[in-house]
């Protein structure tokens, strides 16, 4: 979705938060830190007492920013470098990129993997690793100007055991993925299998990207999460032929329909990269593409691949003999969300605008508080780049008891509402203390050591008829984010969503005691039952059940709403989605109900909707 809820959710699902420079804009940081040293802080070498070490082919290439990768097993191909044009998926494709190349005064040829079937299609081989550096860092004597990488071939009939196996480790690391990680063509099932009727794409992938100053652009709004305007130019780039249908453009555009929640368009990039590269896609990657069949109504389609992700992600989990009875296959979860529908109505509501609404929260039995990116003021109010919308502030609004409708919406306290982001409110049952999130703010924004303005929950207390000044918890840190708070009815629980470290997937729900003078017990995980390896997300508890989102767990698109039933003796049951038509091939989230009633409300992203994110009641 083109919406400010992508921008709030995914300020967890990415582990990046941040409002960054003078325009206070998010930017993408990596939370994750390795050891580095600055210039002139490099460790003694010993190297007075040791001949120089040679330079190798993988230093030479680094230094100069050439990317490469070393191939093994492929038994028609001498060993040596090849400077790869691009990677193609069908033969004509390969000969058309061949033939063009030979025009240029080139040397080409191809490179089939036996193990994919892909095509690598390279200007010029050399047997020695020098002369390839050589060719690549002075343009080929100015022959070629764009983006190579280079190929070493280290065929295992050549080598010893050793080498083979430090150069199949190097082609694993090369790609992102752990050595560890289970092999996609080990598996019986494999995206060469899945069925798909779309045509194949107009043109075949280059590995690497053309960086041309529409692309730089591109890349510069993807990096800093404004995920609307980049997948824009980035749309602008591929319809200007096929120099920029490059691997990393297509996966970047994928990417920034998928995070902004526009699930038609980051389905048809990716069905793209699945057609160049088959069963090299990563395990995340099939994941995001089997989101994006569930978000186009596919599940057929969705289903296979599921099976292929959890056979080479959650084979562990799935076999674990503590689990108990294994776990029955995503395929038949699905089909039993699909065949079953609850006989209950829901319905849009008045208050919902043309911006985002959502994370709604009872304030007592008449009212309602939740989140919104409207704006009542008459001037040009401050824009969230993420995708243009104003800052997101609480409002609260009447429940009319016999429609279930809010009315009457205006925002909640001054002294709540900043110029910043205030979403997901829960408050005790006395009315006296509120919970919310917030950006970490004070005077100023606060940042970590990566730049990144994480998000925080803050405590209010009420005095006479206002709120106090908020003040954060002590289980908040600059480091990671804390959000979605949700306390238990009798306040002695409160419930969160964070990335901190201990985390099991993207973002976990975790909960803490809160004990006398306002002070709290260390956060606890939920656990592996509840927390997957994706986001779990809106936890909302009502004593006897704990309602939750997930895209980890099997649902029928995006975010769908779970529940667990609880009591004290056994804790925590059974995760089970809660179905439709609450839950559907959208986002739906930030569901709240009255136990007793089952009178409620959720936001949503669906079809039919008056803006981006709307609250239904049920």
Known sequence: MKKLFSAYVLLFALVLSAQVGQENILDEQSLSAGLQFDDGDTPDSY??????????????????????????????????????FGTFSKTRNRDKAIKKLKKKDFEPGSIQNPKNGLNYVYLQYYSDWKQAIQGCTTLFEGRYKDEVWVMQVVNSEQISDVVEESAASFA?????????????????????????????????????????????????????????????LYEQALLKGDKYYTRDIIQKVADAHYYNTNMEKAYEWYNILYENYGKELSADNIFKYAHSLKGTGKYGRSKRLMRLYNRTVQKDALTNSSLGD?????????????????????????????????SPMFLDSSQVVFASAQDSSFFNT??????????????????????????DAIKFSKKINTKYHEASVTFSSDNTT????????????????????????????????EWTEAIELPFNSDEYSTGHPALSPNGKQLYFVSDMPGSIGNTDIFVVDVMDSNSFSEPRNLGPEINTDKREMFP??????????????????????????????EGFGEVKNVG???????????????????????????????????????
């Open 47 to 84: 190297s007075s007492s040791f001949t120089p070490k040679e330079e190798t082919f993988e230093e030479a290439a680094d230094k100069n920013n050439i990317a490469h990768r070393t191939f093994s097993d492929l038994p028609d191909t001498s060993n040596g470098y090849y400077i790869i």
């Open 172 to 232: 694993v690391e090369a790609e992102g993925i752990s050595p560890t990680e289970p092999d996609l063509n080990e598996q019986s099932d494999s995206l060469e299998d899945v069925d798909f009727e779309e045509p194949t794409p107009t043109f075949a992938l280059k590995e690497t990207s053309n960086k041309s100053k529409l692309i730089q652009k591109a890349d510069h709004y993807f990096n800093k999460m404004w995920y609307a305007e980049a997948a824009e």
């Open 326 to 358: 294994k776990p029955l296959p995503n395929e038949v979860v699905l089909d039993n969300i699909l065949a079953t529908k609850e006989n209950f109505e829901i319905k849009n509501l008045a208050i919902n605008s043309e911006y985002s609404d959502f």
């Open 382 to 407: 401050r824009k969230y780049k993420w995708n243009d919308q104003p800052y997101l502030d609480l409002y609260v609004a009447k429940i009319n008891e016999e429609s279930q409708d809010l009315k």
């Open 434 to 465: 509120m919970y919310f999130t917030r950006n970490n703010y004070g005077k100023k924004l606060k940042r970590d050591k990566n730049g990144v303005n994480n998000l925080k929950i803050y405590m209010s207390k009420k005095v006479g008829d």
């Open 540 to 569: 909302f508890f009502n004593g006897k059940k704990l309602y939750f989102s997930s895209d980890g767990h099997t649902g029928l698109g995006g975010l769908d709403v779970f529940e667990v039933a609880y009591n004290e003796e």
């Open 580 to 618: 439709q038509p609450v839950n559907s091939n959208k986002d739906d989230f930030s569901y709240i109900v009255d136990e007793e009633t089952q009178k409620g409300f959720f936001a949503s992203n669906r079809e039919g909707g008056k803006g981006d994110d709307d609250i239904y009641s049920f």
